[in-house]
């Protein structure tokens, strides 16, 4: 009889395992995922190499890469095929995401046109290194244009003036021309971004003196107009020192009388002057 019951005790929990078993598999096949728990990422498209402002973007020039799903980037590009054949308004820099807002609408090309607002307009002038303020005249600084010629006054005197002020750089770098004889050779070329009024200006003074570019702090966007600046201010021609006479003694110097100190004060809102 004891061990009848034993045996019975023992399938009775040998059973009640076998439910609580199942109950627990079930329990956890059924059990949705907590999401964030493993973050796979999300496809995006980012630069396989240094990409130039105005670039023509082709297949080669993109990638695909899992990008963290809680850190993705506004206005990020997934397909590639959204980004060829487009063009780009600002310079990516290798492994970094392309977005909508670096690139150009669909059908509008590539090169500089795209890089500057409709009513601009692109124009280069020849310059040197001094023009160019050593070197550091790149894409995206901005300029004024000092111009100094004579007058078509007739005057002799050589000016200096402001022309145009906060100008956009769009490009800087060198080009090929002929010299007189010529011979190719290689010359500097600053590109600026000008209103048609100012694209005339800059033209005219670059045929008829000598322009000088000066860097300006990018956030210094205020104009500020000036009356230029000619050979008698510069060198203070117009005040001329007195002239001694010659041949005769000096005049006799009268004696001076001694000077009076006056001293000036107020009391209660009353003023009063002390003579000494």
């Given at each position: 009889m004891?061990?009848?019951?034993?045996?019975?005790?023992?399938?009775?929990?040998?059973?009640?395992a076998a439910v609580a078993a199942f109950a627990a598999f079930r329990y956890s096949s059924q059990r949705p995922v907590v999401a964030g728990t493993r973050d796979t990422g999300?496809?995006?498209?980012?630069?396989?190499?240094?990409?130039?402002?105005?670039?023509?973007?082709?297949?080669?020039?993109?990638?695909?890469i899992r990008w963290p799903s809680?850190?993705?980037?506004?206005?990020?590009?997934?397909?590639?095929?959204?980004?060829?054949?487009?063009?780009l308004i600002t310079a990516v820099r290798m492994n970094s995401p392309i977005l909508e807002a670096d690139l150009a609408e669909r059908g509008?090309?590539?090169?500089m046109p795209i890089i500057f607002p409709e009513g601009m307009?692109?124009?280069?002038?020849?310059?040197?290194?001094?023009v160019g303020v050593a070197g550091?005249?790149?894409?995206?600084?901005?300029?004024?244009?000092?111009?100094?010629?004579?007058?078509?006054?007739?005057s002799e005197q050589t000016y200096?003036?402001?022309?145009?002020?906060?100008?956009?750089?769009?490009?800087?770098?060198?080009?090929?021309?002929?010299?007189?004889?010529?011979?190719?050779?290689?010359?500097?070329?600053?590109?600026?971004?000008?209103?048609?009024?100012?694209?005339?200006?800059l033209v005219l003074a670059s045929a008829r003196g000598k322009i000088q570019l000066a860097l300006?702090?990018?956030?210094?966007?205020?104009?500020?107009?000036?009356?230029?600046?000619?050979?008698?201010r510069l060198l203070d021609l117009g005040r001329q020192p007195a002239a001694r006479p010659t041949g005769s003694a000096p005049a006799p110097r009268a004696r001076a009388t001694p000077e009076r100190t006056v001293i000036e004060t107020y009391k209660g809102g009353v003023r009063s002057l002390q003579r000494f």
């Open positions: 004891t061990r009848q019951r034993l045996l019975l005790v023992l399938a009775l929990a040998l059973g009640a999300t496809q995006i498209v980012v630069a396989a190499r240094n990409l130039p402002v105005g670039h023509f973007l082709a297949e080669t020039d993109l990638q695909v809680t850190a993705l980037p506004a206005g990020f590009v997934a397909l590639p095929s959204s980004a060829v054949g487009r063009g509008s090309g590539a090169g307009r692109a124009v280069s002038v020849r310059v040197d290194e001094i550091f005249v790149v894409p995206r600084t901005r300029v004024d244009v000092l111009l100094t010629m004579q007058p078509p006054t007739g200096t003036q402001i022309i145009l002020q906060n100008l956009v750089v769009l490009a800087a770098g060198q080009a090929v021309q002929k010299n007189e004889k010529g011979e190719p050779m290689m010359v500097g070329v600053v590109t600026l971004m000008v209103t048609p009024e100012q694209g005339e200006k300006r702090n990018m956030v210094d966007v205020d104009e500020i107009r000036t009356a230029g600046i000619g050979d008698a």
